[in-house]
């Protein structure tokens, strides 16, 4: 398997776009761990490194980094889109605390099975697909339930 590096500049050539110093940085930054993230979080990283890297060529590279599969939008809405790897990782689906944020990954084999049956019916080829269940984490509804009482 190629490495994230090695993927996103096959993708760039692909496309007949250069592997520049600005994106390396971003690159680096993003695959140094493993979490989710915001474009305005990774503009903060960037510059807490001294690396000054602007908001567009951040925006830019992060879409680029979607369609070459090392990335994936998982949060939309009223908040920003956040991103996670994806590259080298298996699939799986996320439950989105709507009152604290926090985002709770899960992987449901059932669920996978029943999409890819559902598409095999409908003689529909799947490329991808993502669930994001919104409601109260453990901990925000145990606070809900307390204050009605």
Same mark, same amino acid.
């Given at each position: 398997?190629?490495?994230?590096? *090695?993927?996103?500049? *096959?993708?760039?050539?692909?496309?007949?776009?250069?592997? @520049?110093? *600005?994106? !390396?940085?971003?690159?680096?930054?993003?695959?140094?761990?493993?979490?989710?993230?915001?474009?305005?979080?990774?503009? +903060?990283?960037?510059?807490?490194?001294?690396?000054? #890297?602007?908001?567009? @060529?951040?925006?830019? @590279?992060?879409?680029?980094?979607?369609?070459? %599969?090392?990335?994936?939008?998982?949060?939309? %809405?009223?908040?920003?889109?956040?991103?996670?790897? +994806?590259?080298?990782?298996?699939?799986?689906?996320?439950?989105?605390?709507?009152?604290? %944020?926090? =985002? =709770?990954?899960? =992987?449901?084999?059932?669920?996978?099975?029943? !999409?890819?049956? +559902?598409?095999?019916?409908?003689?529909?080829?799947?490329?991808?697909?993502?669930? !994001? =269940? !919104?409601?109260?984490? *453990?901990?925000?509804?145990? #606070?809900?339930?307390?204050?009605?009482?």
């Amino acid at each position: 398997m190629l490495s994230e590096e *090695e993927k996103f500049k *096959e993708y760039l050539l692909s496309k007949k776009l250069k592997f @520049t110093p *600005e994106r !390396q940085a971003i690159l680096d930054r993003i695959f140094a761990n493993h979490k989710h993230f915001e474009a305005d979080e990774l503009l +903060v990283d960037l510059r807490n490194n001294n690396l000054k #890297i602007s908001k567009a @060529t951040i925006y830019r @590279t992060l879409s680029l980094l979607v369609k070459s %599969g090392l990335l994936r939008e998982v949060i939309f %809405g009223e908040r920003h889109a956040h991103y996670e790897h +994806v590259y080298g990782h298996e699939h799986h689906d996320h439950l989105v605390c709507n009152k604290c %944020g926090k =985002i =709770i990954e899960f =992987i449901e084999h059932r669920i996978e099975k029943l !999409q890819d049956e +559902v598409c095999k019916s409908k003689k529909f080829k799947p490329e991808s697909h993502r669930l !994001q =269940i !919104q409601g109260l984490c *453990e901990d925000c509804n145990k #606070i809900e339930d307390s204050a009605k009482r």
